[in-house]
């Protein structure tokens, strides 16, 4: 994904897109369940189990946006080039309004080819100030063509919080371009980016982030729970994914501002492709907490089993950064590091009990670097960089040169 400063400029400010069907339930006796009130669509509420030839849309002019569907239950979107989303609950305006979806035992398969098809997606625009929540449980499946799989966007000044349970798989295929992550959960304007997944199944994306929690401004915190059992494929070689303005992660968690990131993952995660980290945690003067469990696998140059960083901002270095893995780590590219973290206010602890091994050049085990602000050239001392490895690569000492 896009260097901190500018995700914006690369996506992640959704459209707010509307479409004008209504969903359609196929073999359903009763269309009684598709009364609204005045300020929502059809899908507002519940909506019972059936096959869904267009949009499930739950859609609210003011206040709250809550929509459930239960299975079984197929959504499937027609292949075409305009936008459209599989399943979607909007909040569109009011200063308390949130914004809900609730999914149990659903299949969703979006064909469509246009930009940001999203498959199962729970929107708050700017102007509303409510919180908002995505819940999946029971066993829950979602291919799409081009768009993020599984999407809480939260454009407003709420928080955003992603409960996934049960069994989930996900599978975004779009080529050729970025910014299809399999999960995501945003926020725009300071709001906290919440993450509690306990489900098992498989993420596989080939142009975005496999799990992606972002807070793009005004220091919302970042929390991510991935639980052991989901297993994270990413495939970078795809034309048009792997390019160094938006290199793209397994898991990447990241706040913009003043926030704080706190991540603890037991995922399998396996990347192919430059630039493709297993693990990415970014804060800009705030701190960084990764709790690595599961095994990690890199393939190729610039790729990091576990990547952290703490960034200066205008008004001062960035936060420390603590790390505890006992997660196995494999990288084979050149400059990739199984742990790598740079902090700008020269605070770092790495606690390591997993195997690490590196294959490739110039690529450490473990490599901590303080980027403190470098002195003029009178007052400059002995500069240091340590590095150190797990036990199976050999113990390298500090490097001190002038």
Known sequence: MPHVGSHSSLGKLRKSLSLSTVLVPTALTSVAWLLATPSAYAACGNNPPGNYTSTVLCQAATGAANLTITGPSNVT?????????????????????????????????????????????????????????????????VTTNFGTGVLL??????????????????????????DNDGVETTTHQGGNATLIMTATGSITVRGGNGIFIDSLSNGGNIRGDIAAGMTVNLDNTIAGANNARNPN??????????????LTTGAAINTQGARAD???????????????????????????????????????????????????????????????????????????????????RES??????????????????PRCEQTASSASESMRRAALRT
């Open 249 to 262: 992660s397994g898991i990447y968690a990241v706040t913009q501002t003043t926030g704080n990131v706190d």
């Open 364 to 381: 450490s085990g473990i490599q901590a670097v303080a980027a403190m602000p470098v002195p003029p050239r009178s007052t400059r001392g």
């Open 278 to 360: 297993g693990i990415r945690a970014v804060a800009v003067r705030g701190t960084v907490n990764v709790n690595n469990s599961g095994p990690i696998q890199t393939t190729g140059d610039n790729s990091r089993g576990i990547e952290m960083t703490t960034t200066a901002g205008t008004a001062g270095p960035g936060g420390p950064i603590t790390a505890t893995n006992s997660g196995s780590i494999q990288t084979q590219g050149l400059n990739s590091a199984g742990i790598l973290a740079t902090s700008t206010d020269g605070n770092l602890s790495i606690t390591n009990t997993g195997q690490i091994t590196t294959n490739g």
């Open 77 to 141: 979107i027609n292949p075409g080039t305009a936008t459209a989303f599989g399943i979607q609950s909007w909040a569109q305006g009011g200063t308390g309004a949130t914004v809900s979806l609730n999914a149990s035992n659903v299949t969703v398969f979006n064909q469509r080819t246009g930009a940001n098809s999203v498959g199962i997606y729970a929107l708050a625009d700017p102007s509303t100030g409510g919180n908002g929540t995505l819940t999946l449980s029971g066993t829950n499946s």
């Open 153 to 178: 966007n939260i454009q407003g000044t709420g928080s955003g919080t992603s409960t996934i349970g049960g069994v989930l798989t996900v599978d975004s295929r779009a080529i050729g371009t970025d």
